[in-house]
């Protein structure tokens, strides 16, 4: 068994005297505010940016969002932020930029190419649009208008309508094309996109984290775990703002996602994003980033780490279902001790975790699939995006001549657990892929849920849809087999 070999002094993180040290737009901030409190309450009001609005303070809007920048293996990388979520915690030792810190004497070309395109009306949104848009610049995405409306997919707009948004997304994409194979930074400053401050960053950081060693490194027992922050500011704002708080979020040791033998390690606090652009992931998931699109937004991916989904332990927590399928395993610590824990035994019953309050996962693992192993992933919400599931499911199938030799299939949204079916997944072992087996094994599926009737549809309707999205498996996984009778047969269950 390979762990990283950690001391837990290493991060036993922050308490909320310590003094948080960050760039905000060009200007080095060292507060001793709560590091537990808020970015977003930061920016408007102790440096009074107005520009960062306040919308919905929970992820949802966009109105709050700005880029944060880090230096990753050496390199400066930008990402955009909901503030409405991010503990001051969480930006210690990197760059915050907020809409005034890419402000030009005139517009800034992102927003001429917005004004031009008549994509801002009352202009309440347009901050956030603008930010996510620079964003997408600073990234390494290619400079096409379908990944600069990506880039807004965390924006709301409640006057202008998108399309003329997507014009001026496709206007900036047109821009960024014009780069070639200049380095981002220095074509953005060179062009007057990005003010030229931005080109010190990269070394106004290498010299903040050599000052920022043994810093924040204070706790007491009592502190609560924080990742990324997008459940735990969603739940509880007020109680966390003075709250002594594990900033998990930030460590090196905590994150990455490596190969070794035929095993993947990821680190708890790896984020979606680190999963969208691992090598490793893509190889092994290849529809990975088409299944991510129907989680959450791009600035909630690039906060949101994997073990706050399972701890969060939300019936339909996309990953828990997904890494389900997988049969994780989570390396839970208590600084002194560790222990292995199959993920599917980590939920006893309603966000009731077989885990001890001192207890933080440190580790995850799992069998990367051989070559005869198939996995899906299926979700269907209210809304198509930036919405959490009625029931999604995850399927991993060993299929060797035509026999399934494993299987494991899991389900959220139908039960007050996220649920790995093991009896249903019992019965595939063994079998040949045939419509009479796919057929008993919903059958067997519905017999392991207790969907309840909510907001998200009736007991019944779950039922339909959880037989629904397992012939979805079958038939992503098996083109080849016959799908219309299998389409046709379905019962209709009561609420
Ligand atoms: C707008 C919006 C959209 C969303 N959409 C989706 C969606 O489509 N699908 C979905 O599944 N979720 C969604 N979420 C929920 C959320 O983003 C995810 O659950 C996310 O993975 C949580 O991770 P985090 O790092 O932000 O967790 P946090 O909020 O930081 O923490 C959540 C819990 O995990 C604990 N924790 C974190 N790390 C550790 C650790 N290493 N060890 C022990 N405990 C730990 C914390 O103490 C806390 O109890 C959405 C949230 C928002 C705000
Ligand atoms: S205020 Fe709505 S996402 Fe932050
Ligand atoms: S311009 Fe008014 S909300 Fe977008």
Redesign the pocket.
Known sequence: MLFYCLSYANFKISNRKNLIKFILNNKEINTDKPSASLLLDFIRYHRHLMGTKIGCR???CGACTVLIGDLKNGELQYRSF?SC?TPLGNIHGKHVVTIEGINMDDLNPIQQRMADASATQCGFCTPGFVMSLAGFCLSDKEATQQNAVAAID?NICRCTGYKSIERAAGKVAELMQQKGDQEVLEFVTENQVFPGYFTGIKERLQKLSLQLNGELDKQDSSM???????????QKPEELKEASVHF??NKDV?KGIRKTGNKCFIG??A??TDLQESEIIQKYFPNFNKQVK????TP?RN??????????A?P?????IFFLALDATLVLSDGSEMRELPLRQLYKGYKTLD?RAE????QIWFELPGEQTLFNFEKV?KRTH????SVNTAIQLTVISGTITEANISAGGVGPIPKFLEQTSEFLRGRAVTEEVITEAIDRAQKEISPISDARGTAGYKRLLLGQLIKAHFITLFPEIAVEKLLLSHNIYDD
């Open positions: 929970e992820g949802d909901t979520l965390g609560q775990f924080a990742g990324g922050g997008t459940d735990l500011y969603v998990l979020y905590l708890p606090s984020t979606v129907l989680i959450s937004s909630i906060m949101a780490t994997i073990a706050g989904n399972f701890i969060n939300s339909i927590g996309d990953f828990t885990k207890e933080f996962i440190e919400s930036l919405d959490i599931a």
